[in-house]
């Protein structure tokens, strides 16, 4: 299995609700988002490639144009939690790249959230 990753990256705003009153995430904050793109196949096309990254410029067009500089509860009909927007952005992607098999979502260097596809 050949697997490849492409990173993009934005910035936003968010709070989060469920938690107690007192958690620092109830406060408006923002992030450095990375959005890791993870792609898996068993055949490589006939360049060599899983996907050619160049063919992954809608995802960035996407990012920018949808999340970055914005405030995400404006955004999301949901909570926005990095393992939410992970799978939301999962299954946008999914439908026009079907090796797609995972996406993470950072909001610091020391935090990742992973929405992976059922094997």
Do not use: W
Request: glycine content about 2%; aromatic content about 12%; overall charge negative.
């Amino acid at each position: 299995m050949f697997k490849i990753s492409k990173q993009f990256a934005f910035s936003a705003s968010h709070t989060l609700s469920g938690l107690s009153s007192d958690h620092p995430c109830t406060r408006l904050h923002g992030h450095n988002y990375v959005v890791t793109v993870h792609l898996k196949s068993a055949e490589l096309n006939n360049v060599g490639f899983v996907k050619d990254y160049r063919e992954l410029q809608y995802i960035k067009d996407y990012i920018d144009s949808n999340l970055d500089h914005r405030h995400l509860n404006d955004v999301f009909n949901f909570n926005p939690s990095a393992e939410n927007i992970a799978k939301h952005l999962f299954d946008i992607f999914k439908k026009e790249l079907p090796e797609l098999y995972a996406i993470e979502v950072s909001e610091t260097p020391k935090t990742t959230a992973i929405y992976e596809a059922d094997c």
